[in-house]
């Protein structure tokens, strides 16, 4: 029954949504000298990506599902990438007591 209705957002609305969610990341990845707050960030950006994939298939691909699916690889992804992240974290953490990016010189001779 929902399916015939026509959609009532356009596609500029989901591309000016996933755009300032982007924007937001980006400003929060250059200007966070924290390390979970640099996470959350790229999250951000990764889900305004998603929000492009599944706009562009909504309008463009019709039945195919192939931002769907685009999508889903997205999020095993960041959830890869937060796993990951957050173990790394917690492990500077336990040596260093801080999470300050700053502080993390660990390559450095």
Known sequence: ????????IPLQGY????SLLFCIGVWGLINS???VRVLMSIELMLNAVN????????Y???ELIRGQVFAVF???????EAAVGLAILLSLYRN???VDMESFNLLRW
């Open 96 to 98: 260093r007591v801080t």
């Open 74 to 80: 997205v999020i095993t992804v960041a959830a890869a």
């Open 15 to 18: 591309l000016l949504l996933a």
């Open 51 to 58: 929000i492009n994939l599944m706009a562009f298939s909504s």
């Open 1 to 8: 029954m929902l399916e015939n209705l026509p959609s009532t």
């Open 60 to 62: 463009l691909d019709g």
């Open 33 to 35: 000298r924290n390390a």
